[in-house]
Every structure is written in C-alpha cells, then in structure tokens.
C-alpha cells in the first residue's frame, strides 16, 4: 500500500464540491487524512476565492489508476477542461506526492510542483504530513512551510463541516503551530 497526498480545490459552490469529493474519495479509499481547509485569494486569474484543502489516503492502485478515479470524481463536479489552466473550478484534484516516488508516472510528474510554490498545498500538507520528507529536497513539509515566504500568498483556515465534524477545529488541533497569524 502505498500512501497518497491529494490537493481539493474549488471556487464555484466550493462547499459543495468539496463535500462531494471527500463523500466520493472516502467510499473509494476507505479511511482518509483530511487536512483544515483554507480559504485563498484565486492565483494566475482575477476571480473568486477557492477554498483548499490536503487529503491523505492509502491505496495499492496504480498512479494511472489514481489520476483516471480522481478525474472522475472532477468530472461528476462538472469539472469543465475547456477553460484556461488559471480559471474558476467546480473541482480540482491533483496527486501530490506518492510516498517517495520522485518521477513522471503514467502522466502525473511526482511530487507536484506546487507542494513547494503555493500556501495554499504547502500548509495543508505540512498540517497533516509535517514529518514527512519532500522525495526531491528530503526536507520536511514541516520545515519547508517554516521556510515559506508567508507573505507571497494569503491564506485562512475557515470553518467546514463535513459528515457532522469541523474539519478545520479536528485538524488544527492537530497542528496549531502551523496557522498564519
């Protein structure tokens, strides 16, 4: 088994689809490691905020296997890929990292470049993984959000239920070092 890290965003009924997407990822993956959620302001576009979040799971599948199921679950969102890369978004999946493989696999180049350039996949992910090694850098993703330029992007933890929990209140309290002040 293999263990996966996943970045959820969407700025169009975000709450919606992303409680979509985690009810969808949970009844395929089974038991999952959700991060807090973060609201940011969109990057690359002028448009409305996205709200973020990190998922861990575990999987014996394929990294093409992966891409395939989560493109399913965008494409049920009514994920529309015929908009620019910087656009608005019912639902965005993307494969972090596959524990600690460092290539391009099946399409999907691991670990994703924006683990390292963008709060919003950097924070979650040191939130839920912070003694976790980057496979490239061999850095925690601890470290490397310590390391961050906090100023270049905003981003705030916002409160979200889902399945009658407080995701963000049941993950913060994990890792309360790491919320922007």
């Not at 709060?119 to 979650?124: D, G, I, S």
Request: charged fraction near 25%.
């Amino acid at each position: 088994m293999a263990y996966v890290y996943l970045s959820l965003g969407s700025n169009i009924d975000a709450r919606g689809h992303i409680a979509a997407a985690l009810d969808s990822l949970s009844d395929e993956f089974g038991d999952l490691l959700v991060s807090s959620v973060y609201e940011s302001e969109s990057v690359g576009f002028a448009g409305d905020n996205f709200l973020n979040l990190v998922v861990g799971l575990e999987s014996d599948r394929s990294v093409g296997s992966l891409d395939l199921s989560f493109k399913a679950i965008e494409n049920a969102r009514q994920r529309d890929r015929s908009t620019p890369r910087f656009s608005a978004r019912t639902l965005d999946i993307d494969i972090l990292c596959v524990d600690d493989l460092h290539r391009d696999i099946d399409g999907v180049s691991l670990p994703r470049d924006e683990i390292l350039h963008n709060a919003f996949v950097l924070l979650p992910l040191a939130e839920i993984a912070p003694n976790t090694l980057h496979p490239v850098t061999g850095m925690s993703y601890r470290q490397h959000w310590l390391d961050f330029d906090k100023d270049r992007q905003k981003l705030w933890a916002v409160d979200f239920i889902w399945r009658g929990d407080n995701v963000t209140q049941t993950s913060a309290a994990r890792a309360t070092y790491f919320l922007p002040s």
